[in-house]
C-alpha cells in the first residue's frame, strides 16, 4: 500500500471525529508544551548566568575561605577567617605563585546608607582600586577610591548608579556626604549604569577602601574574597595549583579534603551552574513527562474506542485484500498523527508561553533574559510524541488488524 | 482442472456450549466462466458457503480446493493476495466506505495491490464505467440510492479484474428494475469477459439469469441443474 494513501486514509480517520481527535491529544499538548517552556527557560536562565560569569573575564582566579561548598552544610564555611593579610602577601608573592598581575582583597557588609531623609539598605564592597580592572568598572564621575584612600582607611564611597539615584534622586552627589553604619563618607566617585557583572549587581553596590570596612564597619582582619588576576587564559590552571599549594604549607595541610579555603576559575563556575541547571531541568521535565505517559494513555484509549466503531471497515479492508500489516500500518500512523499534531500544538504553545516568560522573567530580574526557542527541544518534543504514538498505539492497532474479515463485517 | 472444486465441505459455528451446523457435507465444483446462482431457504447456509469460497473464513471439514490447491495450504499474505487479485466480492449489505466517494470507494481493492498507482484512477474510473455510474462518480454513498449502491459494491468487485465474482444477494434490497440493472451487468461481465459469477438469491427469477443453479437445504445441496431457459436481462427476454 502506498504511503500518501495511507496518510490520506488515517488524516480522514481523524477528520470524522475532529472534536474528539483534539480532547485527546490535549494530554500530549500539554505535556509537550511544559517540557518545552522548562527547557526553554532552563536555557534562558543558564545562558543569562553563561554571560555574566563570562563578564568575570578567564584570567579571574577567585580564593575565597572554607571548604568547597558541596552542600548547605558547608554554606557556613564562607565566613571562615582563613584569609588574612597573610594569605594575600604570600599569594602576591611572586616566588610562592607565578604569573599573577596583582591581588585584590574584598570584604562584603549589607549595611544602611543614608543621606538625611533617604536611606537605602545595600552591599558595601570593601576593596582596592585593581577591582576597576576585574570587575571592568571605573568611576565615570569623579575618581575611584585610590591606594591612598586604602593605607588611610578612608571614609570615601564609590555608589553605584541605582545607589546614588536612591539616595540623591536627580540630585547631584558628587562631593557629598552619607552615613555608612552611622560614619560619615564622602562621595569621590559615581558609577554609570553597567548591570550584572559576575555575581554582582554594580549598580546596587556601593565600594569603599576595604582597610575602612574591615575596620569601621564590620570590625575584623580576614578578607571574604582574594581577588586574582592572572597574566593570561593560559595561565591559569598554574596559578590554582600554585595558590593551593602555598595556602596548604601556609596552614600545615596535607588532606586537600581539609582545605580552608577554596578556588574558584569562570570554567568551574561554568561547570556547575551547567550542572545544576541540567539537573534542574532533568527534573521539571521529568514531572512533565509524567503527563505525556498520561496522555499516551487517553490516546491508546481512544485509539481502540476508534478500532471498534470502525470494526466494519477493517472487515471491509481486509475482504478486498489488506494484510494485517495493512490495517496496522493504517491505525499505527493514525496514531502517530495524533501525538505528532499535539506536538506540533505543544511545541508552538510553548514557545508562545515562553516568550511570555521571557518577558514577564526580564521584568522580574531585571535584566535582558533572552527568548531563547531551542531546535533540538522542538525536534525532541515531536520525536518524544511521536513515539508516544508508535508505542501507545501498537495495540490498538494489532486488535484492529487481527480482525477476521468476516466477523469484522458482521459486526453491528 | 476445475476452479472451485468442494469435496465434503463443513462448517460448524461453536458459540460457547452450542454448535450451530452450517454446512454439513457440500460437495461441488465450478469451472472457469461459469455464472452459478446458489438458491435455499434462509438459514440453509448460502452466505457461509460464499464466504468460504471467498477466503473470509475458513472450513471447518472436508476440502476447498481453489484453481487445483487446498485452501487451508495458503499462507496469510497469500490469502490476502487472492482476496485481491482473484476474487470480487459484492455485499447484500453494499459496505462501501461512508464519507468516501465513488470513485475512491472503487478504487480501495486496489490501494493493497500491486498494480502501479498511476493506472488506480484510470482502472477505477473504467469500473464506474462498465456499471453505468459515470454520472455519480465523485457522489459519497449518502447520496446514492440503493441500486446505485449495489452498482458501486459491484463496480469494486470488478475493478481488479478478477477471475470470480461472488454476490451474496445482491439484487435482494432492491427493486425490480435495479435489480434487472444489476443482472445485465453481471450478464455482461460472463458473457463478454469471461468472468466466473456465483451468485446468491432466493429468487427464482433472477436465479434464471445464471446457467445454473444449486440449491442448498440445511447445509447440504438439495439440487444442481442447469438453466434450461435462461433470462437474459438486456431483452428480457428467454434464451434457447
Ligand atoms: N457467526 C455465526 N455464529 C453462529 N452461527 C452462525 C454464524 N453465522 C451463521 N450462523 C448460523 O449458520 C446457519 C447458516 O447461516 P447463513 O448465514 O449461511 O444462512 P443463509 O443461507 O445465508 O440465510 P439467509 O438467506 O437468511 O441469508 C444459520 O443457522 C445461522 O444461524
Ligand atoms: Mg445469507
Redesign the interface.
Known amino acids: 500500500m502506498y504511503l500518501r494513501y495511507t496518510l490520506k486514509t488515517a488524516f480522514s480517520g481523524l477528520r470524522r471525529n475532529t472534536g474528539r481527535s483534539l480532547l485527546t491529544i490535549l494530554g500530549i499538548v500539554i505535556g509537550i508544551t511544559a517540557i518545552m517552556i522548562v527547557l526553554s527557560v532552563g536555557e534562558g536562565a543558564e545562558s543569562l548566568i553563561l554571560n555574566q560569569v563570562s563578564a568575570l573575564g578567564a584570567q579571574t582566579v577567585i580564593v575565597e575561605p572554607g571548604r568547597q561548598p558541596s552542600g548547605p552544610a558547608d554554606f557556613a564555611e564562607i565566613f571562615t577567617d582563613s584569609l588574612k593579610q597573610r594569605e594575600r602577601e604570600a599569594l602576591e608573592n611572586p616566588a610562592n605563585v607565578r604569573g599573577v598581575d596583582f591581588v585584590v582583597p574584598e570584604v562584603i557588609a549589607v549595611a544602611a546608607l543614608s543621606n538625611e531623609s533617604e536611606t537605602t539598605r545595600v552591599n558595601v564592597i570593601g576593596t582596592a582600586p585593581d577591582i576597576q580592572e576585574i570587575l571592568a568598572i571605573s568611576a565615570n564621575e569623579g575618581t575611584f577610591i585610590t591606594e591612598d584612600d586604602v593605607r588611610q582607611a578612608a571614609s570615601s564611597v564609590v555608589l553605584g548608579a541605582t545607589v546614588k539615584e536612591d539616595l540623591f534622586g536627580s540630585a547631584p552627589a558628587l562631593g557629598k556626604k552619607i552615613k555608612i553604619k552611622g560614619r560619615t563618607f564622602r562621595v569621590v566617585g559615581l558609577i554609570d549604569p553597567t548591570g550584572q557583572v559576575g555575581f554582582l549587581n554594580v549598580d546596587e553596590i556601593a565600594i569603599i577602601p576595604y582597610t575602612t570596612a574591615q575596620r569601621y564597619l564590620l570590625g575584623i582582619d580576614h578578607f571574604n574574597v582574594l581577588w586574582l588576576h592572572a597574566e593570561s587564559g593560559e595561565a591559569v590552571s598554574r596559578v590554582v595549583r600554585d595558590v593551593e599549594l602555598t595556602l596548604r604549607e601556609l596552614h600545615d595541610i596535607d588532606d586537600p579534603e581539609k582545605d580552608d579555603f577554596h578556588v574558584v576559575t569562570q570554567e568551574d563556575a561554568i561547570e556547575s551552574i551547567g550542572i545544576i541547571t541540567t539537573v534542574l531541568t532533568a527534573l521539571l521535565t521529568s514531572v512533565a513527562a509524567i503527563s505525556l505517559v498520561v496522555g499516551g494513555v487517553g490516546i491508546m484509549n481512544i485509539m481502540l474506542v476508534s478500532v471498534s466503531e470502525r470494526t466494519r471497515e477493517i472487515g471491509l479492508r481486509k475482504a478486498v485484500g489488506a494484510r494485517n500489516e495493512d490495517i496496522m500500518a493504517q491505525f499505527l500512523i493514525e496514531a502517530v498523527m495524533l501525538t505528532g499534531i499535539g506536538g506540533i500544538v505543544g511545541i508552538v504553545l510553548g514557545a508562545l508561553f515562553s516568550f511570555i516568560a521571557a518577558l514577564i522573567l526580564a521584568q522580574v530580574v531585571g535584566t535582558d533574559w533572552e527568548f531563547i526557542f531551542s531546535i533540538t527541544a522542538a525536534v525532541a518534543g515531536l520525536l518524544v510524541a511521536s513515539t508516544i504514538g508508535l508505542v501507545f498505539g501498537i495495540y490498538p492497532a494489532r486488535q484492529a488488524a487481527q480482525k477476521s474479515p468476516i466477523e469484522a463485517l458482521r459486526f453491528e | 482442472m476445475a476452479l472451485i472444486e468442494l469435496t465434503n465441505l463443513e462448517k460448524v459455528y461453536r458459540q460457547g456450549e452450542v454448535e450451530t451446523r452450517a454446512l454439513r457435507g457440500v460437495s461441488f465444483s465450478v469451472e472457469k466462466g461459469e455464472f452459478v446462482a446458489i438458491m435455499g431457504p434462509s438459514g440453509s447456509g448460502k452466505s457461509t458457503l460464499l464466504?468460504i469460497l471467498?477466503f473470509?473464513?475458513p472450513p471447518t471439514g472436508g476440502e476447498y480446493l481453489f484453481q487445483g490447491r487446498s485452501a487451508v495450504s495458503y499462507g496469510?499474505?497469500e490469502i490476502?493476495?487472492i482476496?485481491?487479485?482473484k476474487l470480487g466480492?459484492v455485499?447484500q449489505?453494499f459496505?462501501l466506505?461512508p464519507?468516501?466517494t465513488v470513485l475512491d470507494n472503487v478504487m480501495?481493492?486496489l490501494?493493497?495491490?500491486d498494480v502501479p498507482?498511476r493506472e488506480w484512477k484510470q482502472k477505477a474510473t473504467k469500473a464506474v464505467e462498465a456499471v453505468g455510474l459515470s454520472h455519480r462518480i465523485h457522489h459519497e454513498p449518502a447520496q446514492l440510492s440503493g441500486g446505485e449502491k449495489q452498482r458501486v459494491a459491484i463496480a469494486?468487485a470488478l475493478v481488479?479484474d478478477p477471475e470470480v465474482i461472488f454476490a451474496d444477494e445482491p439484487t435482494g434490497n432492491l427493486d425490480s428494475k435495479s435489480g434487472k440493472a444489476i443482472m445485465e451487468i453481471l450478464q455482461e461481465l460472463n458473457d463478454k469477459q469471461g468472468h466466473t459469477i456465483i451468485l446468491i438469491t432466493h429468487e427464482t427469477y433472477t436465479a434464471e439469469h445464471a446457467g445454473r443453479i444449486i440449491r442448498i437445504k440445511d447445509g447440504l445441496v438439495e439440487s444442481d441443474r442447469l438453466v434450461e431457459e435462461r433470462r437474459r436481462a438486456d431483452t428480457d427476454s428467454l434464451l434457447k
Do not use: K, Q, V
Request: glycine share 4%; proline share 4%; net charge neutral.
Open positions: 464466504h471467498g473470509l473464513d496469510e499474505d490476502s493476495h482476496r485481491n487479485r466480492f455485499f449489505a459496505n466506505l464519507r468516501t480501495l481493492p490501494l493493497y495491490s498507482e469494486r481488479t
